[in-house]
């Protein structure tokens, strides 16, 4: 009974050498902070891409772009999307430029696919903020981990140097203890790696989707008198 008691999460942590008592708190508090940009970006991705099928069914349902430009103007900061905003910045630069004298079509066309992609590239930073965070994580925790348990384990047999005999009852704690840092490493790493890849591809499918709307938009644009 004294063994199955000390060998309880809560006694193997308290027991633990100072070291792997910090890498524990240390993975710990990655691991929290992780899941924080997990929800946060879950939240932000699905958001993307509902405000982005949104706005491609209004842009392709209403060719009056100037209503449709009027009603992006209208809207909140929070009710508009990245693709809402491309078109913005694509069609507020093009009306500028079509009313300067002198400036022909290429450069015309040339300017408002380069306001269009300045923002593109404003808002594929912001889809794509945190997510080196968490590629950090899922590479790193498990070496931390492994730092905290080579430690404890050097610890347990250095404790047993001085004892003649060395039985279970004096080896598994030490070594227990030692694991429970490897475990908090897996533990911070295996969410952040499956969320990192996810919103990945998440972001490259949202990517593709704003270059060719800044192409079909340019098409469209060239065609109006």
Request: proline share 2%.
């Given at each position: ?7 309880s ?10 070291l792997?008592?910090l890498?524990?708190?240390?993975l ?5 902070m992780?899941w ?11 958001a993307?891409k ?9 842009f ?11 009603q992006?103007?209208?809207?909140l900061?929070?009710?508009q999307?990245a ?9 507020a630069?093009?009306?500028k ?8 079509s290429?450069?015309l ?6 306001a269009?992609r300045?923002?593109y590239?404003?808002e ?10 968490l590629a950090t994580v ?6 931390i ?6 430690w404890g384990?050097?610890n347990a ?11 279970l ?12 840092a490897?475990?908090?490493g897996?533990?911070?790493a295996i969410p952040?790696?499956?969320a ?6 998440d972001?490259?499918?949202l ?10 938009f ?7 008198p």
């Amino acid at each position: 009974m004294d063994l199955i008691r000390d060998l309880s999460l809560v006694q193997l942590i308290g027991n633990a050498s100072l070291l792997v008592q910090l890498v524990m708190g240390l993975l710990l508090g990655v691991s929290l902070m992780s899941w924080w940009y997990i929800f946060l970006k879950m939240f932000a991705v699905r958001a993307a891409k509902s405000h982005t099928q949104e706005f491609e069914d209004a842009f392709w349902g209403n060719p009056n772009l100037v209503a449709l430009y009027q009603q992006a103007g209208s809207k909140l900061r929070h009710d508009q999307g990245a693709l809402e905003h491309i078109f913005a910045a694509g069609f507020a630069e093009f009306v500028k430029l079509k009313k300067t004298h002198g400036v022909d079509s290429a450069a015309l066309m040339e300017g408002t696919r380069r306001a269009m992609r300045a923002r593109y590239q404003r808002e594929m930073d912001h889809l794509e903020s945190h997510l080196s965070f968490l590629a950090t994580v899922g590479s790193v925790s498990p070496y931390i981990g492994l730092l905290g348990t080579v430690w404890g384990i050097m610890n347990a047999f250095r404790g047993l140097s001085s004892v003649g005999q060395a039985t279970l009852a004096q080896v598994a704690p030490g070594i227990a203890e030692a694991l429970v840092a490897t475990a908090m490493g897996l533990f911070a790493a295996i969410p952040a790696v499956v969320a990192y890849n996810r919103y990945v591809h998440d972001v490259a499918r949202l990517s593709s989707r704003f270059e060719s709307f800044i192409e079909e938009f340019s098409n469209v644009l060239q065609r109006q008198p």
